[in-house]
């Protein structure tokens, strides 16, 4: 098990890197232009005080008290000239910002003002804004009002330059966060088919129909958290899906808890499962009720993921403490640990950021993308050897099953199969027919040539039994020299001729192997003719309706009356 499961993970880690590799090179985009990016030189007024020769990574210090919404900075810059380019354009993200942007004291592009007005939530944005290409010697001017008290906690650089190139810089600048999010996000969708494939037949999976909706989420989080997905869908709510697919985290990570039989406090568990559906239910019925911004109620969620957090840690350490022999079970908390634990890093380090202890960078690092990415690859060789152990678990016990109702030489099926038909027809009210036959001369076969041969004698006579009656009923051996067929549908069959048919079968094998002389005696009933009894007393006529064919054979050829 242990060797199967490092060679799925070595493939699928060498399949995901080569995927990278491909992904890393295909992105590795040039530039055809020149470009530049705006750090430093700003002038920057805030409130009444005007700085000079600001960077950008300093404005955040220029508060003299925290900003609060409402609050506004106005960031200036003589524009150098870089060459005579085409389609020129300004790239810039605000944070939590309505902007507006200024060309020589020209309005030339503005996002948010009408959602700050109405009090709407204004997110993290992208914007690309688009310059006349006669911009020499221009003076280029954002104004910015803050919508959320921490939307000044840092500020994104500015890029300046050709506006597909631009396009190609910031695609190319995230296409970590990018690959991964579409790689859990297509991973997810394929896991998730297979599970719905298979969890008819193997209800176990139903784990597997989170965990990939996990990696779903996961995917789509890391694109609108990065920004990356309005570069591909026109879309303005991209930080509300970011909060919203935030939210959805804690609420799987119970349910796979659940599933995984990790909690033995089931009651506590469901009371923390409803808490965490009951809160983003609630910060959603607050943002679209009353306008309460997804960042303000943000510290609910954070309580939900500490506890989360926590849960799974004892889980994890449970589980290693016990040594558990279902090393299965562990690959799956291990990658459970792994992605909780780079989620709680994810989160100290944006909280770091907001209170300015930490770079801006290590927020928007996808520390989150890494974990998943093991808590992907766990997932998808947890489910690979279930189903590899579960398949041959269920073929070792249809083995068994087989062995048990099959009859160990001929393979028909054997008494206790036949048992458990004849019950069945207990419970039909077809007219079915039974017919009794036993094998003529098998212990002087025996006798005189060996079991082998005797063996022989009934593995031919199987052959010709079901042979000739397999595609109307079930054949069976219920004893040594002893078979029974049981046809359900008989009132349209001519049961004399079917047994005509296999007397003359075995007169041919008589003809071609003459060594001795193969016959049976068969007698057969139908229900009709035991009404108000049941299949046993039809087998009994069969049965006695048989001995007395086997009687007149007997006489007929001369031999002791058991041969």
Not at 352 to 368: C, D, K
Not at 443 to 465: A, T
Request: glycine fraction near 4%; hydrophobic fraction near 45%.
């Amino acid at each position: 098990m242990r060797k199967r499961l490092l060679s799925i993970i070595a493939l699928s880690g060498i399949t995901v890197v080569v995927i990278f590799l491909a992904c890393f090179w295909f992105l590795d985009m040039t530039h055809d232009y020149p470009s530049v990016q705006f750090n430093s030189n700003w002038t920057v007024r805030v409130g009444n005080e005007e700085f000079p020769h600001v960077k950008l990574t300093e404005i955040n210090t220029l508060f003299s008290v925290p900003p609060k919404r409402g609050d506004t900075v106005i960031m200036s810059l003589n524009m150098p000239f870089i060459g005579d380019i085409p389609l020129p354009a300004i790239v810039f993200r605000t944070n939590y910002s309505a902007i507006k942007c200024y060309l020589d004291g020209k309005l030339i592009y503005e996002y948010g003002m009408d959602k700050f007005d109405n009090n709407k939530f204004v997110g993290r944005r992208y914007h690309f804004i688009t310059i006349p290409r006669n911009y020499r010697k221009s003076y280029l001017t954002f104004k910015l009002t803050a919508c959320e008290k921490d939307a000044f906690t840092f500020f994104d650089p500015v890029y300046f330059g050709n506006y597909p190139d631009l396009l190609t810089f910031i695609i190319s600048n995230n296409q970590f966060v990018i690959l991964i999010g579409m790689f859990l996000f297509t991973f997810g969708l394929f896991l998730l088919t297979l599970s719905l494939l298979f969890v008819t037949y193997l209800p176990e999976l139903k784990i597997q129909i989170f965990a990939s909706l996990l990696c779903i989420n996961i995917g789509f989080y890391l694109m609108c958290y990065s920004n990356m997905l309005s570069l591909f869908i026109n879309t303005d709510i991209e930080t509300e899906l970011e909060y919203f697919t935030l939210f959805l985290f804690v609420p799987l990570c119970y349910i796979i808890l659940y599933f995984m039989n990790e909690i033995k406090l089931k009651k506590t568990m469901i009371c923390l499962f409803i808490a965490s559906i009951v809160v983003p239910i609630l910060q959603q019925f607050l943002y679209f009720m009353f306008s309460i911004h997804l960042k303000r109620t943000l510290v609910l969620f954070d309580i939900n993921a500490l506890i989360i957090y926590v849960l799974i840690v004892y889980c994890f350490v449970r589980t290693i403490v016990k040594k558990k022999a279902l090393f299965i079970e562990n690959l799956q908390m291990i990658g459970m640990f792994a992605l909780s634990t780079s989620g709680f890093i994810h989160l100290i380090g944006y909280t770091l950021t907001t209170i300015r202890v930490l770079p801006a960078q290590t927020a928007t690092f996808p520390m989150i993308g890494l974990g998943a990415i093991i808590f992907a690859m766990s997932q998808l060789a947890y489910y690979l050897l279930y189903i590899t152990k579960t398949f041959a678990q269920k073929k070792e016990r249809e083995s068994l099953v087989h062995l048990a109702y099959a009859d160990g030489l001929t393979d028909l099926p054997n008494r206790a199969s036949a048992d458990r038909e004849m019950k069945a027809l207990d419970r039909s009210q077809r007219d079915y027919c039974i017919i009794s036959i036993d094998l003529n001369g098998l212990k002087p076969v025996n006798d005189k040539m060996g079991h082998p041969e005797g063996d022989k004698y009934i593995l031919d006579f199987s052959k010709i039994l079901t042979g000739t009656f397999a595609q109307h009923g079930m054949c069976a051996r219920i004893g040594g020299d002893e078979f029974l067929v049981i046809i359900k549908d008989a009132v349209s069959l001519d049961i004399d001729d079917l047994i005509s048919r296999m007397n003359s079968a075995l007169d041919v094998m008589n003809a071609i192997y003459p060594d001795y002389v193969r016959s049976v005696a068969a007698g057969y009933a139908y229900r009709h003719e035991c009404p108000e009894k049941g299949s046993h007393e039809v087998y009994l006529l069969a049965d006695r309706r048989m001995y007395e064919n086997k009687k007149i054979m007997h006489e007929k050829l001369g031999i002791d009356a058991r041969l």
